[in-house]
């Protein structure tokens, strides 16, 4: 038999079983703790503040004397179910009392607005769109007024008029979402399928329109990709008359039962104080009380034309949340209602040359009208030189996108003010002090959408 002359395999490295909650052993000393299993040992008092929730009101309740042993570290997530996305919570436990949340971020790592610096004004809908996925029209949106500000060109009113159509529809899609996952969340599995039955309603509507369910690239600076199609009024008809009946289903099954209640009422609380101390908006900032919602403060796209009223709660708690958010369904539906009453003739775009490709018709007739077409879908349309925000309030609260321009057709600078990365620093603060048992209902009534936060 010949000789074996390969090398011999290395000996295997032995490794300890490594516990939750205890010191990381050495073999980890130099790797890194992104997936450490206990909290960091030497945390800054800054730090540990914010993870107790007592930067603003100290309500903290521990005894001194609990020793380290009677506390425990566990991670919730990144790839729980009831986390709503790829977030991760490193929670301390004392008992099944919550002491400390860290929440960690990061694991989508989309990098929309660095990519958004690559891209042309008009390709950039289509990278936006899939920051907030839920509620994708609202980021086409800010970031079409945002190029508009800088732009100074007019928007026709039917275009405006479409805008707050599509927006609310989908302020109403994604309230249903979260509804549905909020309730399947804490036990309550009809709602579920109650919420995902009416947003089939206007996700239909959506693709009739846009010719996708999500992530449409519809709202472009100047105005929308296209006019409304045929026979759409029957359509937001039969939506304004549905969606109103399923709500009575959820209000039937959730406002006055005893099991959601005792789930939901004096959970999660934040107050007003500690909301406006963390930049929280929404929903979340409308439960404690505060009437701040900017299509009343900052209106846009002519959304002051049309009568309806803020939701407002005054307990700051899970309950609270989730019936500003049916409130806020019924509302966007008046609105809705009132915009296909009202619904203006006209241009569904500007006719500004400079942002806006001829018509198709033209193209087949005049040749600089075809080198307009082509000019404008390669080189895309130049932005002058200065820098804009505006915000609008999406389901999640204020969403914000600041653009500085070098005068090229690209943004020199692209920001997103996303609402759910704002949202979720208050969950230390609304899951101090509870039971651990609650913190999925929290987190739910939360209602982010880690696009919207990793962008």
């Not at 907030?132 to 190029?147: G, K, M, Q, S, W």
């Not at 500000?149 to 609310?168: G, S």
């Not at 959304?303 to 019936?323: L, P």
């Not at 048992?437 to 739910?444: F, L, P, Q």
Request: a negative charge; aromatic letters at 6%.
């Amino acid at each position: 038999m010949a000789e074996d002359t390969r090398a011999p395999k290395p000996a295997r490295e032995h490794r300890d079983v490594w516990i939750t909650a205890e010191e990381a052993p050495d073999w980890m000393s130099h790797s890194t703790d992104e997936g450490a299993q206990t909290m960091r040992l030497d945390e800054s008092q800054q730090r540990l503040v914010e993870q107790m929730g007592v930067r603003v009101a100290d309500d903290y309740v521990l005894d001194d004397q609990i020793s380290e042993d009677e506390r425990m570290i566990i991670n919730m997530g990144p790839q729980h179910p009831s986390t709503h996305g790829v977030m991760r919570l490193q929670i301390e436990l004392e008992g099944e009392i919550v002491r400390r949340v860290k929440p960690i971020i990061g694991y989508l790592h989309t990098g929309m607005e660095k990519t958004g610096e690559s891209l042309m004004y008009m390709q950039g809908g289509t990278n936006v769109t899939r920051m907030d996925y839920i509620a994708p029209l609202f980021n086409e949106l800010v970031f079409a007024l945002a190029t508009e500000k800088l732009l100074e060109v007019e928007i026709p009113p039917r275009a405006q008029a479409i805008r707050i159509l599509m927006t609310e529809l989908n302020r109403v899609a994604s309230h249903l979402v979260s509804l549905a996952t909020q309730g399947m969340d804490v036990g309550a599995l009809s709602m579920m399928l109650y919420g995902f039955r009416e947003r089939e309603l206007i996700l239909a509507f959506f693709e009739k329109t846009t010719g996708l369910r999500m992530n449409h690239n519809y709202i472009r600076a100047g105005g929308v990709a296209a006019d409304l199609p045929d026979g759409w009024e029957e359509d937001i008809a039969e939506i304004v008359e549905k969606i109103p009946i399923g709500v009575a289903d959820y209000e039937d099954l959730l406002k006055a039962n005893p099991i959601w209640e005792g789930r939901t009422r004096g959970v999660g609380v934040i107050s007003a104080e500690e909301c406006l101390a963390y930049g929280i908006t929404g929903p979340p900032l409308r439960a404690t009380g505060v009437d701040l919602d900017l299509r009343k403060s900052q209106p846009y796209s002519g959304i002051e034309q049309y009568e309806f009223d803020v939701a407002v709660g005054s307990n700051g708690d899970v309950y609270d949340r989730y019936r500003i958010r049916v409130q806020e369904i019924l509302q966007s539906l008046r609105i809705v209602q009132q915009v296909a009453n009202r619904m203006p003739a006209g241009d569904y775009r500007t006719d500004d040359r400079k942002v806006t490709p001829p018509p198709r018709k033209r193209i087949d007739e005049s040749m600089e009208a075809l080198i307009h077409h082509f000019k404008l879908f390669t080189e895309g349309f130049k932005v002058p030189e200065g820098e804009a925000y505006v915000a609008i309030e999406s389901p999640r609260g204020e969403i914000g996108c600041y653009i500085v321009s070098d005068g090229s057709a690209k943004p020199y600078r692209m920001h997103i003010r996303a609402p759910s990365f704002a949202n979720l620093q208050g969950l230390p603060i609304m899951l101090a002090d509870s039971l651990v048992a609650d913190s999925v209902a929290t987190i739910a009534s939360v209602d982010a959408v880690m696009g919207d936060v990793d962008r």
